[in-house]
């Protein structure tokens, strides 16, 4: 699998096929995407907003065939490690993915937040951390205790919840530099529209 050439896809046409061809800039950060329907097939609803794909897709990069992510799974599309087909997909076929699996991070946020609402830059900032570390790893640590983060969302704490996502910058032990970048602009969306 490492000696195939990389077969590379646009994230903005990606996001263009989910949000109908709303662009970051052109989305108030304060909107979610809403209904999302891609060649005629209705997937639901996103809580996130452009902003939050822009995030998402451009620290996961996208790629139509399969690959091993840092975290040694198999990945294909932006981000996704379920059902990766050994062959290329085309850019529905990652949309519909990527949809998916964002409805999976929002779906377990809201699952573990408290019942005080959460504001757009919070859910678009969690969601993007949840997506990237798996909702298991969110809620706890590997010893079975929880985690920091997950106690303060647990707990309705979202702006300390806030504070935490700079200190979620290591993989396999190592501080990698996309990871301090990625956390840092989930902090700022997640700060931007802070309800407490």
């Given at each position: ?11 903005a ?15 108030a ?37 399969p690959?091993?992510c840092p ?15 050994q062959s ?33 830059g ?9 997506f990237?570390?798996?909702?298991t790893?969110?809620r ?5 205790s929880?985690?920091r ?23 396999g032990?190592v501080?990698?530099?996309?990871l ?17």
């Amino acid at each position: 699998m490492s000696r195939m050439k990389k077969i590379l896809c646009s994230v903005a046409a990606v996001a263009a096929l989910i949000t109908g061809g709303v662009t970051v800039n052109d989305a108030a950060y304060s909107e979610s995407v809403g209904a999302v329907s891609i060649a005629g097939q209705s997937l639901g609803y996103l809580t996130v907003s452009p902003r939050a794909l822009d995030v998402i897709g451009n620290a996961e990069g996208c790629r139509r065939d399969p690959y091993r992510c840092p975290s040694g799974l198999i990945t294909n599309g932006i981000g996704n490690t379920h059902d990766v087909a050994q062959s290329p997909v085309p850019d529905e076929q990652i949309a519909k993915d990527w949809v998916k699996n964002i409805q999976i991070a929002e779906r377990c946020l809201y699952d573990w937040s408290n019942s005080a609402p959460l504001s757009q830059g919070q859910v678009d900032a969690l969601t993007s951390f949840i997506f990237n570390a798996g909702c298991t790893r969110f809620r706890h640590n590997r010893d079975g205790s929880e985690t920091r983060i997950g106690y303060f969302v647990r707990t309705g704490q979202y702006k300390q919840a806030c504070g935490q996502l700079n200190r979620w910058v290591y993989g396999g032990g190592v501080r990698l530099p996309g990871l301090v970048t990625r956390r840092q602009k989930e902090t700022d969306m997640c700060l931007s529209l802070a309800s407490d």
